[in-house]
């Protein structure tokens, strides 16, 4: 039997770590002029993250270029973050991915925090390798 797996080229130039947290995002900003911004905060679901983005679930849809701000915890504090979307797809729910916009060094030293808290985690619970 033939393997009918269609391999894709790989994009990424930082890891992806399958960090599933729920967040609230209190600042969506529409760039597109046909569509209004809703200044009601709403639920994001984090799906993966890497020092150059985010991929996210949410109910309400997001469109490239929109801007995003939102508050990221990593155990002992909180940092707050803008970050752009660069794709959008809509698979019952809309899932997208955010690039962080502005990063300066403390907003870098604190994801490095949050990943490495998550890694070792895992590692405690057997399950990252």
């Not at 900003?29 to 200044?39: Q, T, Y």
């Not at 993966?48 to 915890?73: A, H, P, Q, W």
Request: glycine share 4%; proline share 1%; charged share 30%.
């Amino acid at each position: 039997m033939m393997n009918s797996e269609v391999k894709f080229k790989e994009y990424r130039k930082q890891k992806r770590f399958d960090i599933e947290k729920n967040i609230l995002c209190y600042k969506h900003i529409i760039m597109r002029k046909d569509k209004r911004s809703s200044k009601a905060p709403f639920k994001i679901k984090i799906l993966n993250l890497s020092y150059s983005g985010i991929k996210v679930r949410t109910e309400r849809e997001l469109n490239i270029g929109d801007i995003l701000i939102f508050n990221l915890d990593n155990g002992s504090n909180v940092q707050q973050f803008m970050l752009e979307v660069v794709w959008a797809k809509y698979d019952g729910d809309f899932v997208s991915g955010l690039k962080f916009i502005n990063l300066t060094r403390d907003m870098i030293l604190f994801l490095n925090s949050l990943i490495k808290n998550y890694v070792e985690k895992e590692i405690r619970l057997n399950r990252y390798k």
